[in-house]
């Protein structure tokens, strides 16, 4: 094989495609045409002397070689942000860190993760955006935001080349009015039968596992609402609408916050917490102080709530 300089251009298109599946969406991404992506995906493949895809119709899926590529291409290009990035913070006293945060991520924990990056020695601008996972990593994708906060990881089926960074784990808490308080602790979990619940929707991580918690006692509360954020259902249960879950981490700040009580722990749940960013090796400072206080927060609730659950068994 004779080795040629790589045209940075080709390559970038290759990943592209690689990332979107086929030509048209690829196209609309770059802004360009699919005769023009076309075309010069067929030149990288004659340099390299290789093929990088199979072509199923419209579907384009990587060979062994086109994935090899594309974890070398996504490397080169992450570097090169990375590199401008420094350089640009080398010149600029101030920090531009850009955060999404996934609907379900309640807003206290969003807050206790982000904090210490407005603590670091240069300024930093902060920039958050909340919506969801599908929304949030096209704005990963485009260099819109840096990090992804979310309480679940991406898998393969999304076609999204981004790492998942696991933050931590905490147990949940239930919480409810004085008045629902009173009723319904005394005989937790196995009075909650009929009891009026707050919920998150059964597409999410938390709601599923709440419901299946239930389930697994034999219990069938009355969900009396659904919705994605959880600022809202924290809403709800602070105006005695229904008992409702939050992290355990949060027990004292949902209580004093909302006017609320703790009314037990639903033992055996634990919720993850996880950074999805597009390095492998988080380089940005203000994601490096964001991920790293997560890591002790949710590490020190972790111990505290597997303590607590020993301690009542």
Not at 60 to 81: H, P, V
Not at 191 to 198: F, V, W
Not at 245 to 259: D, F, K, N
Request: aromatic share 6%.
């Amino acid at each position: 094989m004779r080795i040629h300089n790589l045209n940075f251009r080709h390559l970038r298109y290759f990943m592209v495609v690689a990332q979107e599946g086929t030509i048209a969406r690829a196209s609309k991404r770059l802004n360009l045409t699919p005769q023009t992506i076309s075309g010069q995906l067929k030149v990288l493949e004659e340099m390299l002397e290789i093929e990088l895809f199979e072509r199923h119709g419209r579907r384009l899926d990587l060979t062994d070689a086109g994935r090899q590529a594309l974890e070398y291409a996504e490397e080169i290009f992450n570097l090169g942000e990375a590199m401008q990035l420094q350089l640009h913070h080398a010149g600029n006293s101030r920090i531009n860190c850009a955060v999404g945060i996934a609907d379900v991520v309640p807003k206290s924990i969003a807050y206790k993760l982000l904090a210490p990056a407005l603590e670091l020695d240069d300024p930093v601008h902060l920039e958050c955006r909340e919506g969801s996972m599908e929304s949030l990593l096209g704005d990963l994708i485009a260099n819109r935001v840096d990090l992804i906060l979310a309480d679940r990881p991406i898998d393969a089926s999304t076609h999204v080349r981004a790492y998942n960074h696991l933050l931590g784990e905490t147990g949940i808490s239930m919480f409810a009015s004085p008045s629902l308080a009173k009723r319904y602790r005394p005989d937790f979990p196995h009075g909650l039968n009929g009891a009026p619940l707050l919920l998150p929707t059964d597409d999410t991580v938390a709601g599923a596992n709440i419901m299946k918690w239930f389930r697994a006692r034999h219990i069938e509360p009355s969900i009396r609402v659904e919705c994605v954020d959880s600022a809202l259902i924290d809403i709800f249960g602070q105006a005695g609408t229904g008992l409702f879950c939050g992290p355990s981490v949060l027990e004292s700040e949902l209580q004093r916050q909302h006017s609320v009580e703790t009314i037990g722990r639903l033992e055996g749940i634990r919720e993850r917490y996880y950074a999805i960013s597009l390095e492998r090796q988080i380089r940005h400072p203000g994601v490096q102080a964001i991920t790293h206080r997560a890591r002790e927060l949710l590490l020190e609730t972790g111990q505290e709530t597997a303590l607590a659950e020993e301690s009542a068994d």
